[in-house]
């Protein structure tokens, strides 16, 4: 069961249900809230910081002045900054934690001058605000946004709706810490400059809870990755790990099918077979022994288990080719860079397509397949728009990646960052979902798997590597990610 993309104004209902399910009370579930927050906060902030606490008088300022509470118990020193009339009414949890204040935390009120705080928590407003920003609220988002401090916000940044692009004034966060699900504004690299890093923090919300929703966005988490994994037993063999063939490469780009045969292999391929071409073929056997090859314009596919092509194949003298493997194979398919851009220019291809094939384009392959796009709610509307129509999946690549399913489902990635965004990183990722593929799991799950791992691979190389890192780098990282997991 994967965690779904709820809408901000569903979100009250959604907690509702969990409270009824868990027997937790509100007031529980905001201490949960701004613990998790806390256990993120205290890790990655020396408590030498003097941290600013931006309340409303909703639960979002609940959750900053549960937060306050916490990180002066822990040692920060910690002031509270009420962004609210004396007169206003406070939600009930959040009036609750008010009431806890420790006395040791300064409460400044509304018309208090800025301070010399080094961080500033924006608790102002959530999930709850609506319509336009009142005058008041405006004046208080600009006033967070002058101050020198580091910004992060708590679930959305003040002023962000949780669907779309902002309208008025926003709070410009360095950090956003989300609760149990990101909202989907955070996922717009439209917004990139008002949400800053993001983190999603696991709150306890109950699966289950999700089922009633109805959305088609879902967000991959680390819980649904294991249970995917084939097992595999004493006596498997390298059968049972599936032989692939790769397609791709040409004069000046053999290192684009290396890397894609690599991580095919680090994947856990049992078998692999490069498709390259004649006079490329002393390179891709010196390049990658574990690899044989084959040189033939129709090679033979029988007892192949899945197909990759695309990195580095060029388009030139590719069609007839491509034409051949679609009308010969349908096992399981993964069409990347330059078949991608073939299909582009043949887009009677795309009617070709066996169900089920897998197309990992980028935004700009993605665009010139399917024309461009006003805005990314756009592209992802005609993501899932060509993968039913179809009946393939479409993973469309960069920051939380998108696998969009035949069936309608759009899933959001949670691993990655942009260390990753570095020459050959999608041609390793081409290599593990055929990998997958190949191995024997569902188009669905090769690509889940496939995308989750390789931003994982990612996230885990980036540690020694941060700018350094290269797609080589992450191949290596392949088997960490399952050791990460814990999958044998
Ligand atoms: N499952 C979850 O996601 C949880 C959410 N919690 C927190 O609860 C928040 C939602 O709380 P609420 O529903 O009380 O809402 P918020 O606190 O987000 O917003 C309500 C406040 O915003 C003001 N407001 C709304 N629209 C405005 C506008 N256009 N101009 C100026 N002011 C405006 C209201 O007057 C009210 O004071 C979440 O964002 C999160 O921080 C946590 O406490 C617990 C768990
Ligand atoms: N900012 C980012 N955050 C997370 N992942 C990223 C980011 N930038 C790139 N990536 C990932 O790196 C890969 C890049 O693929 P692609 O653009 O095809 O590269 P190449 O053509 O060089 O192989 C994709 O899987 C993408 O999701
Ligand atoms: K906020």
């Not at 996922?187 to 696991?202: I, K, Q, R, S, Y």
């Not at 684009?256 to 056997?285: E, P």
């Not at 080719?321 to 887009?347: C, P, Q, T, W």
């Not at 889940?448 to 990282?477: F, M, N, P, W």
Request: some cysteine.
């Amino acid at each position: 069961m994967m965690i779904k993309i709820v809408k901000g104004d569903q979100i009250k209902a959604l907690d509702r249900l969990h409270l009824s399910l868990s027997g937790q009370s509100s007031i529980e579930l905001m201490e949960r809230a701004a613990q998790s927050f806390c256990d993120w906060f205290i890790p990655n902030h020396a408590q030498t910081e003097v941290v600013s606490i931006w309340c409303g008088a909703g639960n979002n300022g609940g959750d900053g002045f549960a937060i306050a509470r916490i990180l002066s118990r822990k040692g920060f020193t910690v002031e509270v900054k009420c962004c609210f009339e004396n007169s206003t009414k406070l939600s009930d949890d959040a009036q609750r934690n008010f009431e806890r204040l420790p006395e040791i935390i300064r409460v400044r009120p509304l018309d208090d001058h800025v301070n010399k705080s080094t961080v500033l928590i924006d608790a102002f407003l959530g999930v709850g605000f609506r319509g336009a920003l009142k005058e008041s609220a405006v004046e208080i988002i600009e006033k967070m946004n002058r101050h020198s401090a580091k910004k992060i916000s708590v679930d959305i940044p003040s002023g962000l709706p949780s669907e779309e692009l902002p309208s008025g004034a926003v709070f410009l966060a360095d950090v956003t810490v989300s609760f149990a699900q990101p909202k989907l504004s955070l996922l717009l690299p439209e917004n990139e400059a008002v949400v800053g890093e993001l983190v999603v923090l696991d709150i306890g919300v109950f699966l289950e809870v999700y089922e009633g929703f109805d959305t088609d966005f879902y967000y991959i988490t680390r819980k649904d990755i294991p249970e995917k994994h084939h097992r595999f037993g004493r006596f498997s063999h390298k059968g049972d790990f599936g032989k692939v063939m790769l397609m791709g490469g040409s004069l000046g780009k053999m290192g684009a099918i290396l890397l894609t045969g690599k991580s095919a292999l680090r994947t856990g391929s049992g078998l692999l077979q490069l498709n390259i071409d004649k006079d490329q073929n002393l390179i891709a056997q010196v390049g990658l022994t574990e690899a044989m090859t084959t040189v033939d314009e129709k090679p033979d596919l029988s007892g192949i288990d899945a197909l990759g092509i695309g990195p580095g194949w060029g388009t030139e003298n590719r069609l007839e080719k491509l034409e051949y493997v679609l009308e010969n194979f349908s096992r399981g398919i993964v069409l990347d860079a330059d078949a991608l851009n073939l299909i582009s220019k043949n887009e009677k291809l795309l009617l070709k397509l066996p169900a089920n094939t897998i197309l990992t384009p980028h935004l700009k392959e993605f665009d010139r397949l399917v024309g461009s796009s006003e805005n990314q709610l756009e592209r992802w509307q005609k993501a899932k728009e060509l993968a039913m129509e179809l009946r393939i999946i479409i993973v469309l690549k960069g920051a939380n990646t998108l696998i969009n399913l035949p069936d309608g489902r759009q899933l959001f990635n949670s691993t990655g960052n942009h260390y990753m965004a570095t020459a050959g990183s999608g041609d390793v990722l081409t290599g593990m979902i055929t990998s997958f593929l190949g191995q024997g799991y569902s188009p669905e799950n090769a690509a889940i798997c496939g995308v989750y791992h390789h931003g994982l691979a990612g996230e885990i190389a980036s540690k020694s590597k941060r700018r350094g890192l290269i797609a080589g780098d992450l191949i290596q990282t392949i088997p960490d990610t399952y050791i990460e997991l814990g999958i044998k």
